[in-house]
């Protein structure tokens, strides 16, 4: 599926996923087509009830842009088994190294989603790693600040996410 990037566009996806089989919809996961949008605004939005085995879901909106992504998950556990194989397909479209995609996959990291373009990163660059393990999420804001400048770190994350950035950078042996 191609991004979206408005509102209409978002509803003319909702409608056609609406229109699809519960095998329609199926197919669309084993191609790793799980995300319907990401980082989009919006607020009120009537979501279709898909086919048994799935729901659309729409994540929590970021607190300074009200930024908001929608996915499809399973709903029933007869459908894991395509969920998984689905995930297996994504991941082979983003830039994830292949030597950490089996990582990723088993990871139990919730916001592994969201973190795998800053994994790549680390991954690529071992004096970056050695400084995000410098992080401290007990400093002031003009520390943090002095941190993030000093070694080019505006990662848009929350410290919580960036402690999650760092436990995923240990779950994959990245110290």
């Given at each position: ?61 970021t607190k300074k842009l009200n930024l908001r992504s929608i996915i ?90 960036r402690l999650e950035l760092i436990e995923l950078m240990k779950e994959?042996?990245?110290?």
């Open positions: 599926m191609e991004p979206i990037y408005n509102i209409e566009k978002l509803k003319e996806r909702l409608l056609y996923l609406s229109q699809l089989s519960a095998e329609g919809i199926d197919e669309l996961i084993l191609k790793g087509e799980y995300i319907i949008c990401s980082g989009l605004s919006f607020d009120n939005l009537d979501l279709p009830t898909l086919p048994d085995g799935w729901n659309i879901v729409v994540t929590l909106a499809i998950l399973p709903s029933n556990p007869d459908k894991n088994v395509v969920w998984n194989k689905g995930l297996v397909e994504y991941i082979k479209t983003t830039e994830l190294p292949t030597e950490l995609q089996d990582l990723w996959l088993s990871s139990k990291n919730k916001n592994k989603y969201n973190l795998i373009s800053l994994i790549t990163k680390l991954y690529n660059d071992v004096e970056l790693r050695s400084k995000y393990l410098e992080y401290n999420p007990d400093w002031t804001i003009e520390e943090f600040r002095e941190w993030a400048l000093a070694n080019n770190s505006y990662d848009k994350l929350s410290p919580k996410k994959f042996k990245l110290v």
